[in-house]
């Protein structure tokens, strides 16, 4: 599954060979004495990493410990790292890190979204990330750093995911209201069914000026159309007969059949729709 998944990806860059002497090489033995990321008896606790990582994102955290198994061997690196570091502990660093905490996983989402295994609030996390990406641009301010262009696509998960997401897409209703007139239309008939229901009874008996007109429904004929024999002949033509029960005539129209199938398919039509906004 591991392998499928990689295969799967969208955008699978090149092989990059890393230059070795770009890094220090270090020796299992050497790793183990140094406690880098455990003790000599095998703990976390009071290794190195243990003691220096106060970073609040995973992201960060996979980050410092890549570093700290292959430590950068050229000076310019590790002086270019210094500066960037010295930057944010004299500027801002704590309202830096604070804006973090926000953050959510943007690589691990961006991997289960091209592994097609995306959920709704792995967009979530990306809209989300967009937003902060503007406060974090502001503190970063002198460093120079070469910012993507992401207004557009901020825009549009702005305007298509609510702010409350399911984790599964079956779940369904994490897209906005607006966003898509077919999948607003779903909706309206999922949820305002009995409504339309009503309304087209109300609408029958002013066509047919037979006030006792009422549309019922059992598990044999689905939705009909009753009234007393006695009106039998108010009946307008598009009306179709269906069964006649003691002094009761049963009767359907092509449009209540037509709701009525809408309506047994419009959960099941409503999710798929949604589902292939998302996709």
């Not at 061997?73 to 973090?100: G, M, P, S, T, W």
């Amino acid at each position: 599954e591991y392998l499928t998944n990689c295969y799967a990806l969208l955008k699978l860059r090149h092989p990059k060979k890393l230059q070795q002497e770009n890094f220090l090489q270090l020796d299992f033995h050497t790793r183990r004495s140094l406690e880098l990321m455990q003790t000599v008896w095998g703990d976390s606790k009071n290794s190195l990493i243990w003691a220096i990582d106060r970073t609040v994102t995973s992201a960060g955290a996979r980050l410092l410990r890549w570093r700290m198994n292959s430590p950068w061997a050229d000076r310019q690196k590790i002086i270019y790292h210094q500066e960037h570091v010295q930057y944010f502990y004299e500027k801002n660093c704590e309202k830096l890190r604070r804006l973090l905490t926000k953050v959510g996983d943007l690589a691990r989402s961006l991997l289960r979204i091209t592994s097609d295994k995306g959920r709704p609030n792995d967009l979530g996390i990306i809209r989300d990330n967009i937003k902060y990406l503007n406060e974090i641009r502001e503190l970063s301010a002198g460093l120079n750093w070469q910012w993507p262009d992401v207004a557009m696509l901020g825009d549009i998960l702005n305007n298509s995911l609510k702010e409350e997401l399911p984790l599964w897409a079956r779940d369904g209703n994490f897209i906005k209201d607006g966003f898509d007139e077919e999948l607003d239309n779903l909706r309206q008939l999922k949820d305002h069914g009995h409504e339309l229901l009503l309304s087209l009874q109300e609408r029958y008996i002013a066509e047919s000026k037979v006030n006792s007109l009422r549309l019922k429904s059992n598990q044999i004929l689905g939705y009909y159309l009753e009234i007393n024999v006695k009106h039998r002949n108010d009946m307008p033509s598009n009306f179709i007969y269906r069964q006649q029960i003691s002094n009761s005539l049963r009767y359907t129209t092509t449009e209540l059949l037509e709701l009525e199938q809408d309506l047994k398919n419009s959960e099941q039509n409503l999710q798929q729709k949604e589902i292939s906004i998302f996709q």
